[in-house]
T-cell receptor, first 112, second 112 residues
Framework: DQQVKQNSPSLSVQEGRISILNCDYTNSMFDYFLWYKKYPAEGPTFLISISSIKDKNEDGRFTVFLNKSAKHLSLHIVPSQPGDSAVYFCAASARDTDKLIFGTGTRLQVFP | SQTIHQWPATLVQPVGSPLSLECTVEGTSNPNLYWYRQAAGRGLQLLFYSVGIGQISSEVPQNLSASRPQDRQFILSSKKLLLSDSGFYLC???????????FGQGTRLTVV
């Protein structure tokens, strides 16, 4: 049972344009969401997070949007850079547990 | 500052052999500790998590086990490895709920 889903396994974007990565979840108890970036053979690194009391959080080129009614969040990267090419994971945690559940990942490729 | 150490980086083991992967965290006390596995096309699958010494929660029934003999030490074990245990294993820690998780560099396990 995949509680956090990233339905697009890959995304290709031209340098300078916007990258939009999507994530859907099924557990209404999730109240904290995070995005991670991962390079091959390395551990994921944290990018940005959002609490369920907010619908938007921005940090530099990265913005996360949360739509609780749709159980959907997205990560916007503007402008996209070649160094952004990596696998992006969304993750969620629920208020009644200490579990951190990850999605299946989306491979982003930013080309010149 | 806090650091997380995970070893070995790569491991090739025959089917039926035992496994022991170790993870230690420095610079913090009473962290939440996690073991994840990234298998091909499967995203980051939560295997075990621990909120304290001797407290282990298992997410996926399998032939793996975890132990936390010390506050900042988390061990992943198996008595007999299966081919399906191959994958990229990641240890992670969080200081509190609603904070980011920090990951080790991972162990590439190949069962042959």
């Amino acid at each position: 049972d995949q509680q956090v889903k990233q339905n697009s396994p890959s995304l290709s974007v031209q340098e300078g344009r916007i990258s939009i990565l999507n994530c859907d979840y099924t557990n209404s108890m999730f109240d904290y969401f995070l995005w991670y970036k991962k390079y091959p053979a390395e551990g994921p690194t944290f990018l940005i997070s959002i609490s369920s009391i907010k619908d938007k959080n921005e940090d530099g080129r990265f913005t996360v949007f949360l739509n609780k009614s749709a159980k959907h969040l997205s990560l916007h990267i503007v402008p996209s850079q070649p160094g952004d090419s990596a696998v992006y994971f969304c993750a969620a945690s629920a208020r009644d547990t200490d579990k951190l559940i990850f999605g299946t990942g989306t491979r982003l490729q930013v080309f010149p | 500052s806090q650091t997380i150490h995970q070893w070995p980086a790569t491991l090739v083991q025959p089917v039926g052999s035992p496994l022991s992967l170790e993870c230690t965290v420095e610079g913090t006390s009473n962290p939440n500790l996690y073991w994840y596995r990234q298998a091909a096309g499967r995203g980051l699958q939560l295997l075990f998590y621990s909120v304290g010494i001797g407290q282990i929660s298992s997410e996926v029934p399998q032939n793996l086990s975890a132990s936390r003999p010390q506050d900042r030490q988390f061990i992943l074990s198996s008595k007999k490895l299966l081919l399906s245990d191959s994958g990229f294993y990641l240890c992670a820690w969080t200081e509190l709920r609603y904070t980011e998780a920090f990951f080790g560099q991972g162990t590439r396990l190949t069962v042959v």
